[in-house]
């Protein structure tokens, strides 16, 4: 059964494309170890932006931070969200992961 917050995100967007409830599962089990070991640094952004993006991180992600589709949820998981849509819009300190880990992950992850 999935957890709570492979099935809010689930919720949010359509993720038939780029996730399967499977893969959700998977970064949801390595998140602990993202946070730990593989945070690359923290960005601040404009109060205005961030209230742009209220119940919106993916587009705060995508859109402003320039990270794509399918890395989007491991980066909201790291910023403590369980989904898109808990982002009050308040926050302006934003932690990115190493992108480099992440793709190598996701890769990981989508391999047939």
């Given at each position: 059964?999935?957890?709570?917050?492979?099935?809010?995100?689930?919720?949010?967007?359509?993720?038939?494309?780029?996730?399967?409830?499977?893969?959700?599962?998977?970064?949801?089990?390595?998140?602990?170890?993202?946070?730990?070991?593989?945070?690359e640094?923290?960005?601040?952004?404009?109060?205005?932006?961030?209230?742009?993006?209220?119940?919106?991180?993916?587009?705060?992600?995508?859109?402003?931070?320039?990270?794509?589709?399918?890395?989007?949820?491991?980066?909201?998981r790291?910023?403590?969200?369980?989904?898109?849509?808990?982002?009050?819009?308040?926050?302006?300190?934003?932690?990115?992961?190493?992108?480099?880990?992440?793709?190598?992950?996701?890769?990981?992850?989508?391999?047939?």
């Open positions: 059964m999935a957890n709570t917050a492979t099935r809010n995100l689930s919720n949010t967007i359509d993720l038939s494309d780029i996730m399967t409830e499977t893969i959700l599962i998977r970064w949801n089990n390595i998140i602990d170890a993202l946070i730990s070991n593989h945070l640094r923290e960005v601040s952004i404009k109060p205005s932006i961030a209230a742009k993006y209220t119940f919106d991180m993916f587009g705060l992600f995508q859109n402003e931070l320039g990270i794509p589709p399918e890395l989007i949820y491991p980066h909201i790291v910023n403590g969200y369980a989904s898109s849509n808990d982002y009050e819009g308040v926050r302006t300190t934003i932690k990115l992961i190493s992108s480099d880990i992440v793709l190598a992950y996701y890769k990981l992850f989508t391999k047939k």
